[in-house]
């Protein structure tokens, strides 16, 4: 978890011109990891917003008062299917 300014400061912003900077940042490396990231938040009753890396597809601005979930760690190759050329991957 990240939660001083100097830390949480490059996650403040979506590829768009807004900024947020967001009072606590989750790097879960599991989904159980990451659920466990959003029951706690939501049990504070703290909003929470997740994102990969660069908030470029989605533009999810992080609240100010809450948690964001950071997918970055998120990054295995899940499943290869070369005959259907389909590859699932997780989205850090």
Do not use: I, W
């Not at 400061?9 to 979506?14: D, E, I, K, L, V």
């Not at 768009?16 to 989750?26: D, F, K, S, T």
């Not at 809450?66 to 997918?71: A, E, T």
């Not at 970055?72 to 005959?83: E, G, I, N, T, Y």
């Amino acid at each position: 978890m990240l939660f001083e300014e100097e830390d949480t400061r490059r996650m403040n912003a979506t590829a768009h011109a807004y900024r947020q900077l967001p009072m606590v940042v989750a790097l879960p490396e599991t989904r159980r990891k990451s659920s466990g990231s959003c029951a706690r938040a939501q049990r504070a009753g703290s909003r929470r917003a997740a994102r990969c890396r660069t908030g470029l597809s989605g533009g999810a601005l992080p609240p100010g008062d809450g948690v964001l979930l950071s997918m970055a760690k998120f990054m295995r190759v899940l499943r290869v299917d070369p005959r259907a050329r389909v590859a699932v991957v997780q989205p850090g």
